[in-house]
């Protein structure tokens, strides 16, 4: 089985973020890149079912953006397990799924995935499609938000997250793309001799001709309005820890 | 048009479809374009009775035996063949998870983008501006879309459905959906609810809860130490239940428990909007976050700049004399 993950790098969540001159994206030099969440999550799943399968499964990280951000996420992929690697070089900042979909399936069709796997929403953009849409351009069925996954009678079971406490579990026949909800399992560190032995695995760059056309695009990156009349509590600990204890003492009385 | 696509929940509307009409009704009249309300599949006639008071030119149904459950396969392509018939300049829904899981085929399908978990609406232009958050809650971005179709999804409490206009439909009609067996790829079995178990967390009059900038469940007894000095239950983002710190039923938010305590006190927590949703309906909320951009600020009563691991021990001790 061929099983492809596709792993983003997005910023840091101690990362400063702020609006660079252009209005329509972040200042990306003051900004650590690390791997999307929930894609760390589909990483380990993809990995735990070539374990169990034991077999020649090959499990494939795919990355897309420009290299200073994206390299190190591809590293720790193949450091952690992963056979090879797909590096799709995109210098663009695109925003719109569709088209991010495009250049994803028309650089992975000749791969004939058997499964992909996405997280199911990413930290940045937060579009929270483009597994989906992948899996739709492709051909492949889809489901989202995998909480759990068996193999069965040469098919895929998802567990999937619907709201408020409640799930449902879906059958997929293969090729499948599914995206999967942080929590699913734990992740593994890689090891030092899997961190030794990703320089020696396979990484396919591919160059993007064009970002295609968008058709939805960010005009105007811009800070979210405070809703209520916020009081701002700042200071040295001490001073912070007399004004806490004020207002739970005197003005909430709770305690 | 505008078209609103209801969503069925265990036998009713869905909250946030009522929200996306809500939003429908505005977009009809500030662009002059007729409401169109579409209740499609699973329990699609009684969506319909239901919305039968809802103020709109037309309300339609579009119902299959073989969507008579929801799979992605099947809305999908019914939707699809909806709006090629009826070319709808918006088609409307709440960004509920069925809607993350079939409208993404549905744009890719008609190459027609899908503007998704929009916060407000503009109409200071030609066309609508969509604001959403991105980077997390961090920042939030005008979005413009292009295309004779649009796709757009509401985040819950977006609209709110106490706006609706009332006054029923115009017209009611049925519209036919061609399916075949075969389009169905997927099966999906009944949905369930996992045994409850462990606290109830929508009685709790005080909350303390925890999020990732706790950094390792060996500090953990800071906060710990903290509820039980105020004597309040303890409660987490997602993460934290994620890494196995606290268990499940600890965690607040759209996948979580919603609380509404007199006191929500967030240590660590960044305020991303699937953790909001199931704390924002509380009296007060006091933040902890040492960002002092942190989005949790922006629904706080009390913000609280400053580093968790000194203010946390700090306040207990101070609390405990
Ligand atoms: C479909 C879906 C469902 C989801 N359901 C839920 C849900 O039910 N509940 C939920 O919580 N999340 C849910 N999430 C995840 C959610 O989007 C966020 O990722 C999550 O809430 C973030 O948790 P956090 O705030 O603890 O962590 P982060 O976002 O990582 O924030 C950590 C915060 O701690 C602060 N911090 C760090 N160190 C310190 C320090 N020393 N002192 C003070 N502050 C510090 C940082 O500034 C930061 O703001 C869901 C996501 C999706 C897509
Ligand atoms: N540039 C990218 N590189 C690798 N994976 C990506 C990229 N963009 C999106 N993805 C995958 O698609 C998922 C959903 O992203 P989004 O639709 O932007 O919310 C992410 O969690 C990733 O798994």
């Not at chain 2, 305590?261 to 006091?286: E, F, N, R």
Request: glycine share 6%; net charge negative.
């Amino acid at each position: 089985m061929k099983i492809a993950v596709l792993t983003k790098a997005i910023p840091s969540y101690e990362s400063s973020i702020r609006v660079d001159s252009s209005g329509s994206w972040i200042d990306e030099s003051v900004v650590n890149f690390v791997v999307n969440e929930s894609d760390s999550y589909a990483l380990e799943e993809a990995l735990q079912i070539k374990e169990k399968l034991n077999d020649d499964t090959e499990v494939v990280v795919v990355i897309m953006g420009n290299e200073n951000n994206t390299s190190k996420v591809l590293k720790d992929g193949l450091a952690k397990g992963a056979d090879r690697g797909i590096f799709i070089n995109n210098e663009n900042i695109d925003t719109d799924p569709l088209s991010i979909a495009k250049l994803f399936s028309e650089n992975l069709k000749e791969e004939s995935f058997d499964l992909i796997f996405s997280g199911l929403q990413s930290d940045d953009l937060g579009s929270g499609q483009t597994g989906v849409l992948i899996g739709e351009l492709l051909g492949m069925s889809t489901a989202t938000l995998g909480i759990e996954t068996k193999m069965e009678d040469g098919n895929i079971k998802v567990k999937r997250e619907l709201e408020s406490g409640w799930f449902q579990w879906v059958t997929l026949p293969f090729p499948a793309s599914i995206s999967i909800q942080s929590g699913i399992n734990e992740p593994r560190y890689p090891s030092l001799k899997g961190i030794m032995g990703a320089k020696r695995k396979d990484v396919k760059s591919l160059n993007i001709s064009s970002s295609g056309d968008n058709k939805q695009k960010f005009i105007e990156l811009f800070i979210p309005k405070t809703e209520k009349v916020t009081e701002r509590i700042t200071g040295d600990v001490d001073s912070i820890v007399a004004r806490m204890l004020d207002i739970l003492k005197n003005t909430l009385k709770v305690i | 048009m505008i078209l609103v696509v209801l969503e069925n929940q265990r036998g009713n509307i869905h909250a946030f479809s009522k929200e996306a009409v809500v939003a429908g009704q505005q977009l009809s009249e500030k662009l002059g374009l007729d409401l169109s309300i579409l209740c499609l599949g699973e329990n699609a006639s009684s969506l319909r009775e239901q919305a039968s008071d809802y103020s709109a030119k037309n309300l339609i149904l579009a119902q299959h035996d073989l969507i008579n459950s929801y799979s992605a396969d099947g809305y999908s392509k019914a939707l699809a063949q909806v709006i090629s018939e009826l070319s709808p300049k918006y088609v409307l829904m709440g960004h509920s998870y069925m809607v993350r899981d079939f409208l993404p085929r549905v744009s890719a399908k008609l190459d027609i983008p899908f503007v998704s978990d929009i916060i407000t609406v503009d109409y200071n232009s030609d066309s609508p501006i969509f604001s959403r958050q991105v980077f997390n809650a961090k920042l939030a971005t005008k979005v413009e879309a292009t295309s004779d179709t649009v796709l757009l999804s509401f985040q819950s409490a977006a609209f709110s459905s106490d706006g609706m206009q009332i006054g029923g439909s115009e017209n009611q009609s049925d519209f036919s959906v061609n399916l075949e067996a075969s389009d169905i790829k997927s099966q999906s079995e009944a949905e369930f609810q996992e045994s409850a178990s462990g606290v109830d967390l929508t009685t709790a009059e005080l909350i303390v809860s925890v999020g990732r900038g706790i950094e390792s469940q060996d500090n953990l007894p800071l906060v710990e130490s903290l509820a039980s000095a105020m004597g309040a239950e303890i409660a987490s983002s997602r993460p934290v239940v994620d890494m196995g710190w606290l268990p499940p039923y600890r965690q607040i938010g759209s996948s979580g428990q919603a609380v509404s305590p007199k006191l929500y006190l967030s240590v660590g927590i960044s305020g991303a909007i699937q953790h909001v949703v199931g704390m924002k309906g509380s009296k007060t909320i006091m933040a902890i976050n040492k960002d002092e951009d942190a989005p949790i600020f922006e629904i706080a009563d009390y913000a609280v700049i400053g580093d968790l691991m000194e203010i946390v021990p700090k306040l207990t001790e101070e609390i405990q004399k």
